[in-house]
């Protein structure tokens, strides 16, 4: 956990499902406090979002509870990510990650984090640059919108493209073509004027005011004196040009042009903090954003594009979310949906990813009864030569890095547990690869064998 304040707002960083106070009573049972009046913001923002009818998208991402002694509570889940208050002040979450060097685990747990989502494409795949990215003084939001200022100087510095707009009006010069009934309607009294429509050379296109519109949405947002500064730096070079006043259509006017690809990185950066669906603004009585991953997706998109990346140049169809099968035929009912599953000519492997530490202390290491049920319905249906339940790495496990969880059936199924270590970026599948492939030997070697 680490907090960060200046004169005008505050952030503090804790990690999924963790606790905030505002009494001090309540870092004795390990909660996380941060300033009373930034706790009742948080606060009000939950309660303003829960009196709404159904399920509240706030409730999605806190909840609030009390326990004696320490008074109220707000509870993060497996959102990652930030929330950002009407004053500034920022509540960042991070992933529990497993990682090897304590000092600086924060970091660390940012860049693998931020690693993440550029690979399942959430934010846009480039180099990460001079930002000072994985400091602990930067939030996820600063990393983000100091890789948006990044690009845009970049941008400016090569220079803004122009394009020809079309424009009508009552000139006091001549261009273009006349527009003769208009012109006659206006100009009785006024020879010295023509109502023409023509097309100018004009930076006034719609890259340019969604690049601005961004600019103007992140200065209201963000309180930081040096990103701001940058911002307003920014801005002045799009003097001229006004913000989009309707975002989705100009979106829908975006030129796929070759002589625009400058702008497309900058463009997909528009689009995280733009885009209501993922810097998402919620009303009340103060204006809130929240730019928030659930992390149970996120590790299971991860997972798949690595493995597509090394198994489908060997053969290996790779599909997620698959529906080729449910649990009962007659009727057909209960779908079958496996996060992963893998298709050769050796046959059939099904993934599911488990966002979630394992614990050697506790019962079969606290795997779920119940995805040991889907694990083995899984294995019957697809028929499938094994079944793995994919975890992230635990620290409880590190002493013994080559122990494999087994589980047999006795009747067909067999689901091996797997740990993967994030902090080896794409080579933490290499294991889980490595076992894909000498299944698929011993497969191909039986078959051969016949």
């Known amino acids: 956990m680490s907090t960060y304040s200046d004169k005008k707002s505050y952030r503090v960083t804790l990690k999924e499902f963790g606790t905030l106070c505002k009494h001090p009573s309540g870092e004795t049972y390990g909660y996380t406090r941060i300033p009373e009046n930034v706790f009742d913001r948080l606060e009000q923002f939950i309660l303003e979002h829960r009196t709404g ?64 989502l550029r690979t399942i494409g959430e934010i846009p795949s480039k180099a990460f640059g001079k930002v000072g990215l994985g400091t602990d003084k930067s939030s996820i939001l600063d990393i983000f919108i100091r890789m948006f200022i990044e690009e845009a100087h970049i941008l400016v510095k090569r220079g803004l493209k122009s394009d020809y707009r079309e424009r009508e009006g009552n000139e006091r010069f001549y261009r273009g073509k006349l527009q003769v009934a208009q012109h006659i309607r206006h100009n009785a009294f006024h020879r010295e004027r023509f109502y023409i429509r023509y097309d100018e050379f004009s930076v006034d296109r719609p890259e340019n005011r969604l690049i601005k519109a961004t600019l103007e949405k992140l200065i209201r947002i963000t309180r930081g004196s040096g990103v701001r500064k940058d911002l307003y730096t920014l801005l002045n070079a799009f003097e001229g040009i006004p913000a989009s006043a309707d975002v989705a259509q100009d979106w829908s006017r975006v030129s796929s042009d070759r002589s625009m690809q400058e702008y497309k990185t900058l463009l997909a950066w528009c689009r995280v903090f733009l885009d209501d669906r993922s810097f998402t603004p919620f009303g009340g009585s103060d204006q809130v954003y929240a730019l928030l991953f659930p992390m149970e997706k996120v590790f299971e998109r991860y997972v798949a594009v690595l493995l597509q990346r090394k198994l489908t140049p060997e053969g290996v169809e790779v ?52 995805d040991m049920y889907q694990a083995y319905a899984y294995g019957k249906k697809y028929g499938a030569e094994k079944v793995y339940l994919i975890y992230p790495q635990s620290s409880a496990f590190m002493a013994d890095q080559n122990r494999r969880i087994t589980y047999d059936s006795g009747d067909g199924v067999t689901v091996e547990v797997v740990m993967l270590d994030l902090g080896l970026r794409q080579e933490c599948v290499e294991e889980l690869v490595q076992l894909v492939r000498e299944l698929s030997g011993a497969a191909d070697g039986y078959r051969a064998g016949n």
Not at 83 to 89: E, M, P
């Open 53 to 116: 009818g159904g399920e509240s998208e706030a409730l999605e991402l806190l909840t609030l509870s009390s326990r004696r002694g320490a008074g109220r509570l707000i509870n993060a889940k497996s959102y990652v990510g930030v929330i950002v208050l009407a004053d500034g002040s920022q509540i960042e979450i991070l992933p529990k990650l497993y990682v090897r060097d304590e000092e600086g685990s924060e970091a660390q747990t940012k860049r693998t984090f931020l690693h993440m």
């Open 319 to 370: 599909s997620t979310q698959d529906l080729s099968h449910k649990l009962f035929q007659t009727p057909a009912r209960f779908q079958l949906r496996p996060d992963i599953v893998l298709r050769s000519l050796s046959g059939v492997i099904v993934m599911d990813t488990k966002w979630k530490l394992l614990d050697g202390r506790r019962p079969d290491y606290g795997i779920s009864q119940g």
